[in-house]
């Protein structure tokens, strides 16, 4: 692409970084922003560098959070016997919007997955045990998504987990394998959850 400006090019350049936005896109988008009134685009660039500068991720169950504690965490009316362990703050959203869950979170941060580099202590897995250990849990749900890198970590966190003697579930019902759990319909997510098994079921004995 030739560009009349440099200033036009380098916020392409910056745009087109974005996953899914190619340099089409990133070109429509800017001059978009360059039709806007510059309080607008002010706004908009504040809100970035805010949400850059200003995010917290809470220091229980380590979701995206405006405090240090988040807002799941410290309600008073949710079940704290029961820890559902997703992957990332999408997963929170997405269960969040069944309406079907009332219990805590516990946010991995990724998923177990060699090929990428990624092993168990690149992820919030030690602050899971210390909350378990801590003997307010009384069930742990574990819903990460159908693939191998979700399989591999579920198995991972039964083994660390199984010592406490608590139940151990996984979603199961509806989520077809290769199946990302921020794209399962809220229905079927809702469903899954209130569907819940016993992970010892799925192993080969
Ligand atoms: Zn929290």
């Given at each position: 692409?030739?560009?009349s400006?440099?200033?036009?090019?380098d916020?392409?350049?910056?745009f087109?970084?974005l996953?899914g936005?190619g340099q089409?896109?990133a070109?429509?988008l800017?001059?978009h922003?360059l039709?806007?009134?510059?309080?607008?685009?002010?706004?908009?660039?504040?809100a970035?560098?805010?949400l850059r500068?200003?995010?917290?991720?809470c220091k229980?169950?380590?979701?995206?959070s405006?405090?240090?504690i988040?807002e799941?965490c410290s309600?008073?009316?949710?079940?704290?016997?029961?820890?559902?362990?997703?992957e990332?703050?999408?997963?929170v959203m997405a269960?969040?919007?069944?309406n079907q869950?009332?219990g805590?979170?516990?946010?991995l941060?990724?998923l177990?997955?060699p090929?990428?580099?990624?092993?168990?202590?690149?992820?919030?897995?030690?602050?899971?045990?210390?909350?378990v250990?801590s003997g307010?849990?009384?069930?742990?749900?574990?819903?990460l998504?159908?693939?191998?890198?979700?399989?591999?970590?579920?198995?991972y966190?039964?083994?660390?987990?199984k010592e406490?003697?608590?139940?151990?579930?996984?979603?199961?019902r509806?989520?077809?394998f290769?199946?990302?759990?921020?794209?399962?319909?809220?229905?079927?997510l809702?469903?899954s959850?209130?569907?819940?098994?016993?992970?010892?079921?799925?192993?080969?004995k």
């Open positions: 692409m030739n560009f400006s440099r200033l036009l090019e916020a392409v350049a910056e087109s970084k996953p936005v089409k896109t070109l429509r800017v001059l922003l039709n806007q009134q510059s309080e607008d685009v002010e706004k908009f660039s504040q970035i560098t805010r500068n200003e995010i917290k991720y229980v169950c380590h979701n995206i405006d405090l240090h988040c799941i309600a008073v009316k949710r079940d704290k016997s029961i820890i559902c362990v997703v990332d703050t999408r997963d269960i969040e919007n069944t869950y009332t805590m979170y516990h946010v941060g990724g177990i997955s090929i990428d580099g990624v092993g168990p202590s690149d992820l919030n897995i030690e602050s899971l045990v210390d909350r250990k307010e849990t009384g069930e742990i749900i574990l819903a998504s159908a693939t191998m890198e979700g399989d591999t970590t579920i198995f966190l039964y083994k660390k987990l406490f003697n608590l139940p151990i579930t996984t979603i199961a509806g989520i077809a290769g199946g990302e759990l921020e794209y399962v319909d809220e229905i079927t809702g469903r959850i209130a569907t819940r098994i016993p992970y010892e079921n799925s192993l080969v």
